[in-house]
């Protein structure tokens, strides 16, 4: 059964994002990133697999947004504060790994995540639509909550 991640990318800031990276995984035959104006889709064959996006702003900061299916429920993850070396192609299987870092991102299965960068700025998956084969999700960059009002 195959899956479809529609992420809309809102920029609430004066920065400039650029996609500089995109990877899928390829378990259950894995998938395509495609585009289509601010949405970048993720199509996957089956449910085991995911993909991840290495953004970088005009501010400097280095990101990566990955989403996927395991286990036929959606989950998210972001990943902040990368060094230049740090690509998807050397992040994405620490998803997989048995002894990964982020391995339990898969099982936790979130529908939303949010956190926030050196540089003040707030990263939020939430997906609007999580259950079934066509998913939508939004991914925004943000300026960040005063930190009274901070929330994780």
């Not at 990276?21 to 998938?31: L, P």
Request: charged share 20%; glycine share 8%.
């Amino acid at each position: 059964m195959s899956y479809t991640i529609k992420l809309k990318v809102v920029n609430n800031t004066s920065d400039m994002l650029t996609v500089v990276e995109k990877t899928c995984w390829y378990y259950a035959n894995g998938g395509t990133w495609t585009e289509q104006g601010n949405n970048h889709i993720l199509f996957m064959s089956g449910s085991g697999t995911s993909g991840m996006l290495r953004f970088r702003t005009s501010a400097g900061e280095t990101f990566g947004l990955a989403v996927g299916i395991h286990n036929y429920k959606r989950w998210c993850d972001l990943v902040v504060d990368l060094n230049d070396n740090d690509t998807a192609m050397k992040l994405h299987p620490t998803y997989y790994s048995d002894s990964g870092s982020r391995r339990r991102m898969l099982w936790n299965q979130l529908s939303k995540i949010t956190k926030y960068t050196p540089k003040a700025r707030a990263l939020r998956i939430n997906f609007l639509l999580g259950e079934g084969n066509e998913l939508l999700a939004e991914f925004t960059y943000d300026e960040q909550k005063p930190l009274a009002s901070r929330t994780m």
